[in-house]
């Protein structure tokens, strides 16, 4: 392989220089910094995050026979109110299923104004049991 002429490349880069701007033929490594440096590692960084978080919702999982994306399995979440056995759909019954362990109906029914014992759990499930065989309806 022969050098390339140097009068030519120069000649190229002068040509490339009016057509595109004198930006174009300008060496990267000229304006490179320690700042510059970090900030790129930096963004790197988030970068394989991103990627590693992507991956791993992409990763598919054996459910019942089947592989399902791992980003379309909800979370553990039960959605079955432990007072009433009926499955939820309303958003608001989140917020009661988390601070009382019931749906919103539930609460409205057995646990406002008589929180302390719901929260006893003892007296709780002695209060829906006898509540369910009809022995105690309010």
């Known amino acids: 392989m022969k050098k390339p002429d140097l009068n030519t490349v120069a000649k190229i880069e002068q040509a490339i220089a009016r057509k595109y701007g004198s930006e174009t033929i300008v060496n990267p490594k000229s304006g490179w ?7 790129y590692l930096e963004q790197i960084k988030i970068q394989y995050k991103r990627e590693l978080r992507r991956r791993e919702d992409a990763e598919k999982i054996n ?3 089947f592989f399902v994306s791992k980003k379309l399995l909800t979370k553990d979440e039960d959605r079955v109110c432990p007072a009433c056995f009926e499955y939820s759909f309303d958003l608001k019954d989140d917020l009661y299923m988390n601070k009382h362990d019931c749906c919103w109906k539930c609460y409205i029914h057995f646990v406002k104004d008589r929180e ?3 929260m006893n759990v003892d007296q709780r499930v002695e209060f829906l049991g006898n509540f369910y065989k009809g022995k105690d309806n309010g």
């Open 116 to 118: 302390q014992r719901w």
């Open 33 to 39: 910094t320690k700042e510059k440096e970090l900030d």
């Open 63 to 65: 459910k019942d026979g």
